[in-house]
T-cell receptor
Framework: NAGVIQTPRHKVTGKGQEATLWCEPI?????VFWYRQTIVQGLEFLTY????????DSGMPKERFSAQMPNQSHSTLKIQSTQPQDSAVYLC???????????FGPGTRLTVL | QEKVQQSPESLIVPEGAMSSLNCTFS?????SIWWYQQHPGKGPEALI?????GNKKEGRLTVYLNRASLHVSLHIRDSQPSDSAVYLC???????????FGQGTKLSIKP
């Protein structure tokens, strides 16, 4: 079991460019979560999917951020027109069912110059 | 909006001693409280969770939950240098899969 896989591990973008982050959940897990971690704000929930359907996106910034789960083996988080304040570690997690233990990936460190 | 607060911000404990971390949450209906451990450059890893009022013990870890005072604590017996990490407390509400995290406690175990 490779655990939750996130690619790339590091990404550097220029201000205004687009960034796409990838997550491969643990096989057999039905829930996939995205979180963002910064020194100032800590670890914040962004959005989650259950059986590939979007369930709760209450933590997503309304503009520029979008997430998709086109199949059970991967999810993407896309940030358009990146800004320096988007710099953070983006963490993906999956769980067997809602409200079960969430297993986190190693994260993608996004740096916007 | 659920809020989770942790104290202290950082803690230094001698090897072999007990480490005690605290967490308060704002919603008494929170379904479960989770403790995660995070080492630098890694994602958080679940250590222990508690659903019911009272305590739960797993190995060197004991967690106490008091819903009336909205307080939960984590105690690590016989602390080891490998326990040095950031500890995150998180609340999960009924029928909501998301975790609401506190700011973390940085634990350092001195040999």
């Amino acid at each position: 079991n490779a655990g939750v896989i996130q690619t790339p591990r590091h990404k550097v973008t220029g201000k205004g460019q687009e960034a796409t982050l990838w997550c491969e959940p643990i096989s057999g897990h039905s829930a996939v979560f995205w979180y963002r971690q910064t020194i100032v704000q800590g670890l914040e929930f962004l959005t989650y999917f259950r059986n590939q359907a979007p369930i709760d996106d209450s933590g997503m910034p309304k503009e520029r951020f979008s997430a998709q789960m086109p199949n059970q083996s991967h999810s993407t988080l896309k940030i358009q027109s990146t800004q320096p304040q988007d710099s953070a570690v983006y963490l993906c997690a999956s769980s067997f069912r809602d409200m079960y233990e969430q297993y986190f990936g190693p994260g993608t460190r996004l740096t916007v110059l | 909006q659920e809020k989770v607060q942790q104290s202290p911000e950082s803690l230094i404990v001698p090897e072999g001693a007990m480490s005690s971390l605290n967490c308060t949450f704002s919603n008494s209906a929170s379904q479960s409280i989770w403790w995660y451990q995070q080492h630098p450059g890694k994602g958080p890893e679940a250590l222990i969770s508690i659903f019911s009022n009272g305590n739960k013990k797993e190995g060197r870890l004991t967690v106490y939950l008091n819903r009336a005072s909205l307080h939960v604590s984590l105690h690590i017996r016989d602390s080891q240098p490998s326990d040095s990490a950031v500890y995150l407390c998180a609340a999960m509400n009924y029928n909501q899969g998301k975790l609401i995290f506190g700011q973390g406690t940085k634990l350092s175990i001195k040999p």
